[in-house]
């Protein structure tokens, strides 16, 4: 079971009701649970727009990866619809090194119901889709007992809240095992019952999503903060973070620390401090060789670039990407072409197999990298994995292909002597991949 | 009441998913969620499996086979009872998911996607289950084990096997 840490420099936003035994929805009421719904109906006819400007204001952004204005995207949804509209959370949380969805499910299951109702108000949706993937089934169970004791009290269901005419349903929705489902247009394709493939954009979902009407999809952490945003108004959610990067997030900080864990960190804070200080720093006062810092898809930093702040635009200043949130921590031991590998092998895997660049980018590239990794390899083959990388790039109709595209080039260009000397029989690290573990298998 | 005649499913699930169909906007909806709990009733997705959630649906068969192709915990031939997944994906890897995965090898005698001549443990090398920060971690069936040790492995397995309810 997730083990739940602290640390003083943590500032306590979503994470603020965790360990307090908030899946009871008694116990979520009494820590100001449903408030921010009810403060939002008593809006009136200025709910919509109240909210969105709420939004706005707080300068939260996408939690799932992408670091897209939330308040905008929920603008975006057109004010009437000839179809019915939806709201859709995304937690199907799959990639590597991620693993707050997990927490927030486990310990604040309402804070995802009030906020998707919170986004459905926001844009006029009577409906919404927590999606959960298939492996997180306790899980599942635990937000299909809380929607039920919501509707039980009268806050889902027709004429929420004792209002007349104001409706809102959720459904959750297992998963069924694939990373491609995170991916916004192939949620919705499995939502609609069919292959996770991505859908082509234009149109957007706001415009034409789920069932052909218009959809806002968020990830579970972005939706889980609207309540607490509305509570304590989007500038003082701001003031929390820095210049367009409003507030906190939840960062999960694994590998090679002491204390591995998912900390509430304001965003800016320093990638240095939270590998050092609150995760306790290196585990077994071993060196550090590298930092993946937002999940397996962010370029990888060497230890000498980690004085950055962690939000969106430092860590694109820095060459790389907040992503997830998830910091996958590397010691002095660690092979980076067995790294490399072990992060492909998983890309092509994944890979959804819709778009060629990213099918066979992903798959010659884990085959080439095999090769090496089982000294077998040449110099230029460093040199055709870098090509294929960079040819994956922006050809693909969804960010898998970049996804499995960006680590890459980011090991073979900032590691590159490191693979030079692996081929040439000199081995740095300990690798522990063997053809004993399904290196060459077949994938897809 | 199951609107299925002669269903395969137990009374309470029939009735479940008599329920599943009528909940979303188009009933197809309900073909993953579907699959995956007949998957924990019936062992795997058998033939019979296909044809009635097709029925179910009012789709084809190969609608149903084109989805079930394509979802990773779906399968279409039984495992063990108790179906250990081990993750060796990357923060796995650091913290000794291959070690685990050698040691359940060893324990079990068995490999990737194989299963125990007893039927009773099936073993499967599987990708990021999101239990990163409580690495290296494992599912067995649905249940979640992390801050895995070879020792902590031996209990847990061996709990499994002294009776601990599958499901």
């Known amino acids: 079971m997730p083990r739940l840490v602290s640390h003083p420099d943590e500032v306590k936003v979503l994470s603020r009701r965790f360990g307090q035994g908030a899946t009871n929805i008694d116990k979520y009421i009494e820590l100001d649970g449903y408030k921010a719904v009810q403060n939002a109906i008593a809006q009136g006819d200025a709910m919509a727009g109240w909210i969105i400007d709420t939004m706005k204001a707080s300068g939260l952004r996408g939690r799932g990866g992408a670091g897209f204005p939330t308040g905008m995207k929920w603008s975006f949804v057109p004010k009437t619809s000839a179809k019915p509209k939806y709201v859709l959370v995304n937690g199907d949380e799959s990639e590597p090194g991620t693993c707050k969805d997990h927490v927030i499910f486990r310990e604040d299951p309402h804070s995802v119901i009030e906020g998707t109702m919170i986004a459905g108000l ?22 299909e007992k809380a929607v039920a004791d919501a509707y039980a009290k009268g806050f889902l269901g027709k004429n929420i809240f004792g ?49 052909g009407g218009p959809t806002i999809i ?105 992503g997830s949130g998830g910091i996958v921590v590397l010691d002095e031991t660690v092979s980076m072409v067995e790294f490399a590998l ?5 890309y092509q895997h994944e890979s959804c197999g819709w778009c060629i660049p990213c099918r066979e980018g992903t798959d010659w590239i884990k085959k080439t990298l095999t090769r090496v990794y089982l000294e077998g390899g ?28 960006m680590p890459t080039l980011g090991f073979v260009k900032k590691f590159r002597k490191e693979f030079e000397d692996y081929i040439d029989g000199k081995k740095a690290g300990t690798p522990v991949m063997t053809t004993e573990h399904d290196l060459v298998g077949a994938g897809h | 009441m199951s609107t299925i005649a002669n269903s395969i499913f137990s009374p309470e699930l029939a009735a479940r998913f008599d329920k599943l169909v009528t909940i979303y906007p188009l009933k197809r909806s ?45 399968r279409t031939k039984p495992a063990g009872k108790f179906n ?26 068995v490999g990737h996607k194989q299963t125990t001549p007893d039927g009773q443990f099936s073993l499967e090398e599987v990708e ?40």
């Open chain 1, 122 to 143: 926001a844009i006029g949706a009577k409906m919404g889709f927590i999606y959960l993937r298939g492996e997180y089934r306790y899980l599942l169970n635990i937000v």
């Open chain 1, 342 to 346: 072990r992060t492909i092998k998983f």
């Open chain 1, 163 to 211: 209002k007349e005419g104001l409706d809102f349903d959720i459904v959750t929705q297992t998963g069924a095992g694939a990373y491609e489902v995170g991916e916004e247009s192939a949620l919705m394709e499995s939502l609609e019952g069919k292959r996770g493939i991505p859908r082509i954009r234009p149109p957007f979902p706001a415009v034409v999503g789920l069932y």
């Open chain 2, 30 to 74: 309900a073909l993953i969620p579907m699959l995956l709990y007949a998957q924990d009733e019936v062992g795997y997705v058998s033939e019979a499996v296909i044809q009635e959630i097709a029925q179910r649906l009012d789709i084809f068969d190969l609608d149903v086979r084109s989805v079930l192709s394509y979802y990773s915990m779906l």
């Open chain 1, 378 to 405: 040449q110099k230029k083959d460093i040199d055709n994995v870098q090509y294929l990388a960079e040819n994956m790039m922006g050809r693909t109709f969804c960010p898998l292909g970049d996804a499995a595209a």
């Open chain 1, 218 to 322: 968020n990830n579970a952490e972005t939706i889980a903060n609207a309540p607490h945003i509305l509570l304590m108004g989007g500038p003082a959610y701001a003031a929390l973070g820095t210049e367009r990067n409003g507030g906190t997030r939840l960062f999960g900080i694994s590998g090679h620390v002491e204390r591995p864990g998912v900390y509430e960190l304001p965003m800016g804070y320093s990638l240095r401090k939270a590998i050092y200080e609150v995760a306790g720093g290196i585990k077994g006062g071993k060196a550090l060789k590298a930092v993946v810092p937002g999940g397996a898809s962010c370029p990888v930093l060497r230890a000498d670039e980690i004085d950055v702040g962690l939000d969106f635009d430092q860590m694109a200043k820095a060459g790389t990407m907040l």
């Open chain 2, 84 to 109: 250990v997944q081990v993750c060796t994906n990357i923060s796995c890897m650091l913290r000794g998911g291959y070690e685990i995965l050698d040691h359940c090898k060893k324990k079990l005698g």
């Open chain 2, 128 to 167: 990021c289950i999101g239990a990163c920060c409580w690495a290296p971690a494992m599912q067995v069936n649905y249940d979640f084990h992390d801050e895995l040790t070879p020792a902590k492995v031996d209990e847990i397995l061996d709990g499994y096997a002294a009776g601990k309810d599958g499901k």
